[in-house]
């Protein structure tokens, strides 16, 4: 979401038509008199940290999709860390090939049922936001936190702007389909790889598998791959070949 900012503008404009028209037909008169008001009006101002996604080079989602939903979990308070890391901001940004990318899966998702569209809960994402999400992080004991969260002196895939968090959302209502478990949580039952052992224990169901199918053939469709420890994560390269080819987002 852009912020916005109030300017002065000095607009000029006349009396009106009958005194123009006075003067125009009096040559004495022609220099027509004028009324300068200050008008206030709303500009957006692009965030800090949006300015230095446009600097490294990537480009927002929507400028090549606008049915793409974005709802950035870390723009708000109520995610696994209990922080708004973001702020105002609430745009994905990625490397422009990943972007083109998800407009494919998009792409793909409508073409197998109109009502339904991707929803981005996180895109790229700098490296000190990394490092905060790292150091917030306390995890349960006998649970390594790089199990929660990349540790930032490695890098996240999301560090090179080559992953994106994802959902499935009703193109109306705006609601995410029922995947079975909460974004960002870290039991079995958000394990794609545990899928078939929760269906058979009654801790996932047919549908919500079938939800996570849809968005998994839909990504993979678009040359995503993702990790079977969280079911809306999806990378677009791996890690080392993200290094090669990209700087990581500071």
Known sequence: MLKRSKILIIVIVSFGIAFHCKNFANPENAVMPVLHE????????????????????????????TTIMVDLAYGKADNFVGVNFYGGFNNAYLQPEVAEMLVKAQRY?????SSLVLCVLD????????QMMWDSVKPPPGMFKGFLVSNPANGS????????????CHKTTKLPLDMGSPFDYFG????????????????????????????????????FFNIQTEWWHFNACHREAAKQKYHILE
């Open 38 to 65: 200050l008008i206030q009006i709303d500009i957006p101002q692009t965030s800090a940290i949006e300015l230095s996604f446009i600097d490294a080079g990537l480009v927002d989602v929507n400028d090549f999709d």
């Open 157 to 168: 895939v999301h560090n090179y702007g080559c992953a994106v968090d994802v959902t499935i």
């Open 109 to 113: 998702l409508r073409g197998i049922d």
């Open 188 to 223: 079995p039952e958000a394990y794609p790889v545990e899928e078939e052992r929760m269906l058979k224990s009654g801790k996932l169901t047919y549908d919500q598998i079938k939800h996570r199918k849809l968005l998994r053939k839909v990504m993979y469709k678009a040359g």
């Open 123 to 130: 895109a790229a994402r700098p490296r000190w936001v990394q």
